[in-house]
Each structure stands twice: as C-alpha cells, then as structure tokens.
Nanobody, 116 residues
Framework: QVQLVESGGGLVQSGGSLRLSCAASGPFFSLYAMDWHRQAPGKQRELVAGITSGGITNYADFVEDRFTISRDNARNTVYLQMNSLKPDDTAVYYC??????????WGQGTQVTVSS
C-alpha cells in the first residue's frame, strides 16, 4: 500500500511560481513511475508530467517548458516546479503512482489558483 500526500498549492499571480510536493509512504516508491495530473472545474483530469523510476520525464504539450518534474527516491518524494503560471493552470493537482499504464494510487490533491 502506498499513500500519497500532496502539498505546496496555493494562490499565485499570473507569471508566478509554485513548487508542488508529493510525499509517499509505503514500500517500493522507487519502483513506481510518478505522474502529476490536474483537473479544472468542469473538465476531465489530464496528465501534466510524468517521471519513470529511472528518471525519464515527459510533459504535456501545454506545459511549454514552464514546469519541471523531479523525484528524490531517498525522500520518497516527487516534485513539480511550476514557473510562468497562467490563469489556465488553475486546477486541483494530483500525484499518482503508476506501474505500467495503470495508476495504482492517487493523492488527495492540492489546489492551485492563478489570478490574472
């Protein structure tokens, strides 16, 4: 069983930055790929960025080099550094622990609100 707890969300002005953290408890964190997803009101949840157990990263097109995902296996934590935030980035951000194509665990989410 893996438990995920996100933190770092908040209210920021357009153009600002936030760093999200997702702390994992439970064994075998280093074996999971970790993803950040987001869900805005009235929209479907969408993938923002992912990082494999080996550190290979991928990003959604809308990230446009503004976000960086990283992981610290010694701390069982995955991060999402978000720069140049836009109002369209407003959403609840979730981290997920994935093996293969299946997300096995989700966090409870952290709210990010970007004001114009």
């Amino acid at each position: 069983q893996v438990q995920l707890v996100e933190s770092g969300g908040g209210l920021v002005q357009s153009g600002g930055s936030l760093r999200l953290s997702c702390a994992a408890s439970g064994p075998f964190f280093s074996l999971y790929a970790m993803d950040w997803h987001r869900q805005a009101p009235g929209k479907q949840r969408e993938l923002v960025a992912g990082i494999t157990s080996g550190g290979i990263t991928n990003y959604a097109d809308f990230v446009e080099d503004r976000f960086t995902i990283s992981r610290d296996n010694a701390r069982n934590t995955v991060y999402l550094q978000m720069n140049s935030l836009k109002p369209d980035d407003t959403a609840v951000y979730y981290c997920g622990a994935r093996r293969g194509r299946r997300t096995e665990y989700w966090g409870q989410g952290t709210q990010v609100t970007v004001s114009s």
